[in-house]
C-alpha cells in the first residue's frame, strides 16, 4: 500500500494558481493517483485521476511526472469556495475492491 | 440525478444503545461502500459491498458492527451496542463499477454521538 505525503495546509489569495504537491514514493505499478475534496460537513468528492503525465478536466490539472512518485494537484485562478481539505490517495484500479485509503490531505485556505 | 443520501444526519445514543445508519445509494450503483472517521483520524473504510454481498468487510472494528444490503440497494449499519469509541462521522459511497476507477460518489455523512 502506497503511503502518501502531502502539505498539512496552505493559504492563498483568490485569484491565485494554487498547486499541491503529494509524494507517494512506494506507488505501485498498476496504482492510479486520484485527488477528493471535502467541504466541512459534506462527503469527499471526486476531483481527478491519473495515471501518468499530465490530465485536466474542468476543475484542476493533475501532473505526474515519469517515475510518478509524486503529483501535483493545479488548481486555477482559486476563490473562496474553493477552501477545503483536498485528499491525495493512490490505488489500484479495475478492481472491484476499490476502497479509498485517505490520509490527513491538506487544508486549503482561500483569503480574499 | 439524486445523489447518494444517508439517515439520520445526525444521532446521539447512550453508550450500550443501538444505532442503525442507513444508506441510499445513487440509483443503479452496484459497489457500496461505508467509511467512517473518528475524532481527530483519517477516514478509514469499513466495508464494500456488490449488490447484494459482501466484497470487503476487513475493515469493520468489531462484531458490534453489522452492515447489510439486502436486495443490493440502500443499505444499513448497525451498531450494537454502541461505545464510546464508535463516535464518529459514518461515510457511504457508491459507485459505477463501469465508472471511472476510483470515483467514489459520498453522502453527507452521518454524525453518531455516543454519550
Known amino acids: 500500500l502506497a503511503k502518501t505525503t502531502q502539505p498539512i495546509s496552505m493559504d492563498s489569495y483568490e485569484g491565485q494558481e494554487v498547486n499541491i504537491t503529494c509524494s507517494h514514493n512506494?506507488?505501485?505499478?498498476?496504482?492510479?493517483i486520484t485527488w477528493y475534496q471535502q467541504f466541512p460537513s459534506q462527503g469527499p468528492r471526486f476531483i481527478i485521476q491519473g495515471y501518468k503525465t499530465k490530465v485536466t478536466n474542468e476543475v484542476a490539472s493533475l501532473f505526474i511526472p515519469a517515475d510518478r512518485k509524486s503529483s501535483t494537484l493545479s488548481l486555477p485562478r482559486v476563490s473562496l469556495s474553493d477552501t477545503a481539505v483536498y485528499y491525495c490517495l493512490v490505488g489500484g484500479s479495475g478492481s472491484t475492491l476499490g476502497r479509498l485509503y485517505f490520509g490527513r490531505g491538506t487544508q486549503l485556505t482561500v483569503w480574499p | 440525478e439524486a445523489g447518494v443520501t444517508q439517515f439520520p444526519s445526525h444521532s446521539v445514543i447512550e453508550k450500550g444503545q443501538t444505532v442503525t445508519l442507513r444508506c441510499d445509494p445513487i440509483?443503479?450503483?452496484?459497489?457500496l461502500y461505508w467509511y467512517r472517521r473518528v475524532m481527530g483520524k483519517e477516514i478509514k473504510f469499513l466495508l464494500h459491498?456488490?449488490?447484494?454481498?459482501?466484497?470487503?468487510e476487513s475493515g469493520m472494528p468489531n462484531n458490534r458492527f453489522l452492515a447489510e444490503r439486502t436486495g443490493g440497494t440502500y443499505s444499513t449499519l448497525k451498531v450494537q451496542p454502541a461505545e464510546l469509541e464508535d463516535s464518529g462521522v459514518y461515510f457511504c459511497?457508491?459507485?459505477?463499477?463501469?465508472?471511472?476507477?476510483?470515483?467514489?460518489?459520498f453522502g453527507p455523512g452521518t454524525r453518531l454521538t455516543v454519550l
Open positions: 512506494n506507488i505501485a505499478t498498476n496504482d492510479y
Open positions: 459491498f456488490v449488490k447484494e454481498s459482501k466484497q470487503d
Open positions: 440509483s443503479g450503483h452496484d459497489n
Open positions: 459511497a457508491s459507485r459505477l463499477t463501469s465508472g471511472i476507477d476510483n470515483e467514489q460518489f
